[in-house]
């Protein structure tokens, strides 16, 4: 093996390491953190008005209840960043028929040498991890908190994330000492048409502010218009969507969420047939004939520019024996 020539060795200097364009990148991806953390929404924004208020009230917790596809989830996740500061002061989770206390506050896990430990959940954890930070507000968003027995998997926590309760100790069923910070928001999303919805417990209930989110052709145009869809055609797919919203069978007015892959005509034929037409068609399982009435207005909708203009009944419903 030949010896380096002298030539080939060169000492590094601290250009070669080129710490300027290190420096420059660490400022962009602080800068990118710093985004991270800006909710989307500003701050005249009706429902961030209305939870904040809430929280100013001194309620525990808000819900925002809707339809499906109103956007309850990014509401949530977006008030948390936007009343928190930071995406590191919100936690999440989803309740769901088999949830329970242990999931929730404390419970039993196995160790990997044998035998089990208890170990803090999700609540436990966003509590102790807001009493160690007093100066942020922290967020607990609770998917689809109807879709539990919420009563018995908040145990004896429910009495302690009322206001006026806040920062007492108190004893859970394990035998470990908790307390709720008062920098502590609860968010929780619910569809009103779940069959929990109706078991909500009063005590839940009187502890929590409700927010409603509408279905809103506003919103959906916007949300196109934004996607770059064609004028003309987001007038025919928010056309249809106001038709739904007029139904009397509240199960057919689906949020906006559901259109926002309507970007042309092909995409909308495929959103139709796996998504829009199946819901739909399931929500009037007892009444078929509203069904056969929606996809007509689903046909008039997807018609080209060109084509004639519907025909109404003296009732104001479309007359499909006129169509060709």
Same mark, same amino acid.
């Given at each position: ?53 809430? +929280? ?39 309740? +769901? ?40 507000? +922290? ?96 007038? #025919? ?18 949020? +906006? ?27 009037? #399982? ?39």
């Amino acid at each position: 093996m030949g010896l380096v020539s002298e030539k080939a060795v060169r000492t590094l200097s601290l250009d070669d390491l080129d710490l300027a364009r290190l420096a420059e990148a660490e400022n962009e991806a602080s800068e990118a953190s710093k985004l991270v953390d800006e909710s989307e929404l500003g701050e005249d924004d009706e429902v961030l008005s209305a939870v904040r208020r809430a +929280h100013e009230m001194g309620y525990a917790g808000v819900i925002l209840s809707g339809p499906p596809g109103t956007g309850k989830t990014w509401y949530a996740q977006q008030i948390g960043v936007a009343l928190s500061g930071s995406w590191d002061a919100i936690r999440s989770v989803q309740f +769901h028929p088999s949830y329970q206390y242990e999931d929730f506050v404390f419970g039993y896990a196995p160790k990997e040498e044998g035998g089990f430990e208890l170990r803090p959940k999700e609540f436990t954890r966003t509590c102790r991890d807001a009493a160690a930070n007093p100066d942020t507000l +922290h967020i607990l968003i609770i998917d689809e908190i109807s879709r539990s027995d919420v009563v018995r998997v908040f145990g004896e926590a429910l009495t302690y994330i009322e206001t006026d309760k806040r920062e007492q100790p108190f004893q859970v069923a394990s035998g470990e000492e908790l307390s709720v910070p008062k920098n502590l928001l609860i968010i929780g999303t619910m569809n009103p048409w779940d069959k929990g919805v109706d078991e909500l417990d009063m005590a839940l209930e009187r502890r929590f502010a409700q927010v409603d989110l509408e279905p809103n052709a506003e919103t959906l145009r916007r949300l196109l218009i934004e996607r770059r869809v064609p004028t003309a055609f987001v007038e #025919r797919i928010v056309g249809f969507f106001e038709k739904l919203q007029e139904q009397q069978l509240e199960t057919v007015r689906l949020g +906006h969420a559901y259109f926002l892959r309507c970007t042309d005509e092909d995409a909308a034929k495929t959103v139709w047939r796996l998504r829009l037409r199946p819901t739909l068609r399931r929500a009037c #399982r007892l009444e078929p004939a509203l069904f056969r009435i929606i996809e007509g207005f689903w046909d008039e909708a997807l018609k080209t520019e060109a084509a004639e203009p519907k025909v109404e009944d003296g009732n104001g419903m479309p007359d499909f024996s006129a169509r060709d």
